[in-house]
């Protein structure tokens, strides 16, 4: 069993930057990749950006590219969001997820979930 816990969100003004977390406890192989989603009020859950805990690529999704970087230290099975130039467009929940066997973009593939942190960014 994996268990995540996400730390790092708050209140932030547009163009300030927040720091995510994402602690990893339980059974987390080296073959398991980590990813963050976000869900914004009322709408559905979406895929932000994913890292192998093997190989460190990355795949980010088009909104984020450039003002996001996802990083990890695998032996403290940690992984890290650091979030600049933030937008009101990125206030949201963001979880971690996990899964083993490579990186994916749908939900529906990553049976790990944490419990979310609360991104808010004022305009």
């Known amino acids: 069993q994996v268990q995540l816990a996400e730390s790092g969100g708050g209140l932030v003004q547009t163009g300030g930057s927040l720091r995510l977390s994402c602690a990893a406890s339980?059974?987390?192989?080296?073959?398991?990749?980590l990813a963050w989603f976000r869900q914004a009020p009322g709408k559905e859950r979406e895929f932000v950006v994913t890292?192998?805990?093997?190989?460190?690529?990355?795949y980010y999704t088009d909104s984020v590219k450039g003002r996001f970087t996802i990083s990890r230290d695998s032996a403290k099975n940690t992984m890290y969001l650091q979030m600049n130039n933030l937008k009101p467009e990125d206030t949201a929940v963001y979880y971690c997820a996990a899964r083993p066997r490579g990186r994916g973009t749908s939900p529906g593939v990553y049976p790990y979930w944490g419990q979310g942190t609360q991104v808010t960014v004022s305009s």
């Open positions: 890292i192998s805990m093997t190989s460190g690529s990355t």
């Open positions: 339980g059974r987390i192989f080296s073959d398991y990749a």
